[in-house]
């Protein structure tokens, strides 16, 4: 079989929708959250989406298959919130590394499963490495800008422990994600680097940031170009964008990346700009307009959805791609 970084070459690649979306559709109440696993657990822990590939598998497992059956080659992990970090607020920092295992190996049988009914179409897992809930470039305390809630070494052994949970599972690639912070993200490659070396194994790595708005910059304001620069010691699978804006705002930046990049590139934005209810308006056939426009330029390597896209969303995606030839991989 070929490998992902042969098949990047030869066509574009279709990543995933949000998770998140896909779980509010169960309208999911506390009980979900605790079930078999977290029944005395004394916080409260609705909301805490990582969980269900604990407490309710089989949700995450149809949603893995939903994406699948709509045209998707890689899955990502149930595991955005997945460190000792973004789960202290639970009270859950033990259960990160069951988490992250459990949520790479059900992803992973979904994959082999359709990959075993197509093998033509292999089917990636990608383990999703969040950006976690802490900064280490701006301080959270604006009468005191030298403090930083979290240090560049608790960092690495938080996603140290993340990676080698979701290696152990089973994950094809890992993908640092919805980077605000490029110094967290640092820390991610740093960590990841550390895992590698000792376990003498090393998967493709997708980095992907978030340009916060018009400005074209990241949250501790970044450039595109400087972000890339910031990233580009490492070997990396692709460089991306994802989250935060749609897919017509998003275009300009991976424009950029397009003109810098001798990785390849991947876009996964959202569904539009979240309504006034937090709701997510574009259908599936808008979004595919603009997604055009990414791939009319030849953008793009991988393209897929963040918040607000479902199966509809990818589907759409994936039936417009596949008229599509990859952008083409420059050397350095």
Same mark, same amino acid.
């Given at each position: 079989?070929?490998?992902?970084? /042969?098949?990047? #070459? ?19 109440? /506390? ?18 989406? +990582? ?9 995450? =497992? ?6 699948? $059956? ?37 992803? #992973?049988?979904?994959? &082999? $499963? ?5 093998? &033509?179409?292999? =089917? ?9 809930? =802490? ?28 990676? @080698?949970?979701?290696? +152990? ?11 605000? &912070? ?10 990841? +680097? $550390? ?10 790595? *997708? ?5 916060? &708005? ?34 017509? *705002? ?19 934005? @959202?569904?539009?700009?979240?309504? /006034? ?7 599936? /056939? ?10 009319? $330029? ?35």
């Amino acid at each position: 079989m070929k490998t992902i970084q /042969e098949i990047i #070459k030869e066509r574009i690649l279709i990543l995933d929708g949000a998770m998140g979306t896909m779980i509010q559709r169960h309208k999911l109440e /506390e009980e979900d959250f605790r079930k078999g696993w977290f029944e005395d657990h004394p916080k409260s822990l609705k909301g805490n989406n +990582d969980l269900l590939s604990l407490t309710r598998p089989e949700i995450i =497992r149809e949603i893995h298959s939903q994406y699948f $059956e709509a045209g998707a080659d890689i899955a990502e992990t149930n595991t955005f919130s997945g460190t000792w970090i973004a789960q202290a607020d639970y009270g859950l920092e033990k259960f990160v590394y069951d988490i992250n295992y459990h949520s790479a190996k059900l992803a #992973k049988e979904v994959a &082999d $499963e359709w990959t075993a009914k197509d093998p &033509d179409k292999p =089917r990636f897992v990608a383990g999703s490495v969040g950006p976690t809930n =802490r900064t280490a470039s701006i301080s959270p305390d604006v009468n005191d800008p030298g403090f930083r809630g979290i240090s560049f070494d608790e960092l690495v052994h938080a996603y140290k422990e993340q990676v @080698n949970a979701l290696m +152990d599972g089973g994950v094809d690639i890992l993908l640092v994600e919805t980077i605000f &912070d490029t110094l967290n993200a640092k820390a991610a490659l740093f960590a990841i +680097d $550390e895992v590698y070396e000792e376990r003498g194994v090393k998967l493709p790595i *997708m980095v992907s940031g978030t340009i916060t &708005d018009q400005s074209g910059r990241t949250l501790t304001g970044q450039t595109t170009e400087a972000f890339l620069i910031s990233i580009s010691h490492m070997p990396l699978l692709t460089v991306g964008l994802n989250c935060a804006l749609g897919a017509s *705002m998003m275009r300009p930046y991976l424009q950029v990346l397009d003109q810098k990049s001798t990785f390849g590139v991947s876009a996964h934005p @959202n569904a539009g700009l979240p309504n /006034e209810f937090g709701k997510y308006d574009e259908t599936a /056939e808008i979004m595919a307009v603009q997604i055009k426009d990414f791939l009319d $330029e030849g953008l793009v390597n991988i393209i897929g959805g963040c918040c607000g896209t479902t199966p509809e969303h990818i589907k759409a995606i994936a039936d417009l791609a596949k008229n599509y030839k990859p952008r083409e991989i420059k050397e350095v």
